[in-house]
Each structure stands twice: as structure tokens, then as C-alpha cells.
């Protein structure tokens, strides 16, 4: 069952479903077993000589992992999937197996933080050269190409600020210059933006966010073209990037729930901000889905759903009260990462890393990520927000 289906001929929910299972191959089980290991034991010297067997080494996976990087490439419409012990590690698989000495390339300046430090110290000192530019750009990136230009590296929206990019644009750029588009599709997850349709080469996901989906285990994946593949794979076998079995069980399990997920995170979020909008203390609602977003046509065109993570930007107010907003909250848990069940919220200070752009919002900005309770008691968690910031303003 499963594994016999051709994954293009269903429904996108149905391939969350069915996407890389092979009951036959699992002993009759719905899910892929666990294989703890870092030894396989070769059955001749011969088939250890040709290496021509299901799996080599622990470190290059077993059944679980290749049952997700399976589902993940079909998903995203990728050519082949590995997976890592993070969204981070991920990105530095990535750029270590793209990015030569001598090269520059073009980082989004609300790509993030980490990809950002990461291009900029290490792949500085390996000699390459990182320069940031402007998500509003789109196609106007071709100006910024060199002949060096190998990677341009987006993100959609911006996982603090929002900015929407025109993907499409910036691949037709990139690869009129010779250029590879790395796109760090987390925000959309597999299921609400297919990256290898909008002209990206490379896909990375931190499936630590919507795949897993329960906040209980770190993971990441790397996705990419049939011409960039074989660079990829042989960097992934020499890193000793990789990532044990149970974390990747955790993945696919979590993978298999991620449209109805989803589709709760979207719906209360748009709803949430809109409910936002319309309070007097809310100076800005960025949300790519809500109308009054610069990017919101871009999202409309290019994005199948949004996802329950958005910006908002109190107006002007003292530190404390902002504090005392935040403090009073008791659903919106105070914590890094999103893409749990749970809601969750984090102050951001956009203006303290970006280069290419200026963030002129005056008052506080604010990362909220919609979980998948009640609307209606996170609407009260934040009243009660509104009230502390009234009372110590
Ligand atoms: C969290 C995150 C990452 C990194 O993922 P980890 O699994 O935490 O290393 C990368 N990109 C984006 C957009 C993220 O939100």
C-alpha cells in the first residue's frame, strides 16, 4: 500500500498522507520503523565492496529517514531530501556543499539571524563574500549580480518582519547570471509554498517548526534540484551532518498532520490579526495574508495558505509598558522557536542587525505565533495584555 500510488497523481493532503510509506516494506506497519544504529552488517564481502544495499552507515539513515526525506522532496517538488540535526545545520549543509572561496553571494536582509551571522563570520573566513539587499528588489537584483555571483539566498516572508519577496523574479535573475537560488521555506512549510516551481534550486526547511509541529524535537532538511544533488549528497556523507532515528520519526509523524494543522494555525492567525487591526494600542498588523500587506499580492499568487506566525508593532510606549503587556500574558507562552501547537510571543528589534534596509516603526515590534487553541481565550490572553500596558503606561 503506499508506496505503489504515483505521487502526482493525488491531491496535495492525500500526499502528506501517503508520501514515502511503503507498508510492505515497513512489516505491514502504517509507519516506518525506528532503527537505532550505527553499524549495518553487509550480507557478502561483495555487496560490501558494490555498496549496492538499502542502507550503509548510521550516519547516512536508515528506514525512518528515508521515509521523510522521500515525503519532503515530493512535497516541495524537489528531485532528493537529507535531513539534519537542525534548521541551522541544515543551512550550513547547504552553504558548505553551494558556496566555493572566491564566490559572492546575495543574502535577503530579513533572512534569518543565524543564516545571516553564519554567512557573514564562517563563510567569511572560507573566503566567501556575503553582500545583503533589499526583499522589496525582487528582479532588480540582476543589478547586484557579478560575475562571481553564485547564490542568491531568500527567505518569504521574513520570519521577524514579514516582507514579502517575488521569488519567481529573483530565480529568473539569479540564473540569467549564472547564479542558485537558497531559499529558507519555513515560514510556508512544503505544504503552503512548492519552492522548486518558483525557480529555487535549494530548499531548506528548519522541521523543527511545522513538520515536527509539537515542539519536541529539532530537525531540518535540505531539498534540491537533480543538477545540484550529487554536490549536496557527497558533502552530507563527509560532514558527519546528520540526525538520530527518533528525531526523525517525530518528523514524519508530525508530517503526516500538517494540512489540518495548518489550516487551524492559518485561519485563527488571519483572524487574530485582524482582531488586532482594529485595537487602539496596535500601530501595524504584518501579516502577508491581510490586504493592507505591501506583499500581500505577491503571497496571493504565489502561496497556497499562510502559516500562524506574523508581526505586529504597538504604538509608542514606555519600555515598561510594554513589558507589562508582555508579562501578563499566559497562553502566549515567552519563547524562540514557533511552529508548534502551541501560541507563542517574542519582542524583536529588527533595527539592530539589518544592513540594506532601514525599520522605521517607532514602537515596539512583536513576533506572535497562533497555536491551535481557542481564538476566542487567546483574544482574552491578549485583553488582559492590553490591560497590564494600559495600567503601566
Ligand atoms: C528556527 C528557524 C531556523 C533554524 O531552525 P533550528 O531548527 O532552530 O535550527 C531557520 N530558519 C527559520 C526561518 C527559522 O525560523
Redesign the pocket.
Known sequence: MAGDIDPNSVGPQTLAVIAGRDTQRQFGFVNPPVCHGSTIIYPSVERLRDRKVPYTYGSIGGPAHETLETAIAQMEGGYRTRLT???????TLALLSLARAGDHILVVDN??R??RNFTTSVMGRLGVETEFFDPALGGGVSALMRPNTRLVIV?AP??QTFEMLDVPAVAEAAHAAGAFVLM?N??ASPAYFKPFAHGVDVS??????YIVGHSDA???SVTTTRELWDDLDATYKVSGICVGPDDVYLGQRGLRTIHVRLARHMSSGIELAEWLQQRPEVAEVRHPALPSHPGHALWKRDFLGASG?FGIVLKPCSQDAADAFLNALRLFGMG????GYESLIIPVDPRSYRTATTWNANGPALRLHVGLEDVADLKSDLEAGFAALAAAG
Do not use: C, I
Open positions: 540535526s537542525s534548521g541551522k545545520s541544515a543551512t533572512v534569518y543565524p543564516t527567505e521574513g520570519s529558507d519555513t515560514w531548506v526547511q528548519a522541521a523543527t517548526k529539532m530537525l531540518g506566525l524562540y522557536s514557533w511552529g
